[in-house]
């Protein structure tokens, strides 16, 4: 299965609660994954905040252009449901 973030919201700190198509539900915390340069803006929180599920990636995506894989998210993820 193609995974695909569904919904994506932020909770606190560098932690975003997600929807995965495959009914996965869970939490990941990206503080430690924010190095390189697309990803060092991020660290700014109001900017990190700021991501969306882009509708053409599937996945969370931020304006400067950064984004992650759904499968490196769903493998960090600490699954709720």
Do not use: C, Q
């Not at 606190?12 to 390189?36: C, P």
């Amino acid at each position: 299965m193609i995974l695909h973030v569904k919904e994506a919201k932020h909770l606190h700190d560098y932690v975003i609660w997600m929807r995965f198509n495959d009914g996965a539900i869970g939490e990941v915390d990206l503080k430690d994954e924010l190095y390189g340069e697309i990803f060092e803006p991020l660290k700014e929180i109001e900017m990190f905040k700021s991501f969306k599920v882009g509708p053409d990636l599937e996945t969370i995506v931020w304006d400067n252009g950064a984004d992650m894989a759904p499968e490196f998210l769903y493998e960090k993820m600490k699954i709720l449901a």
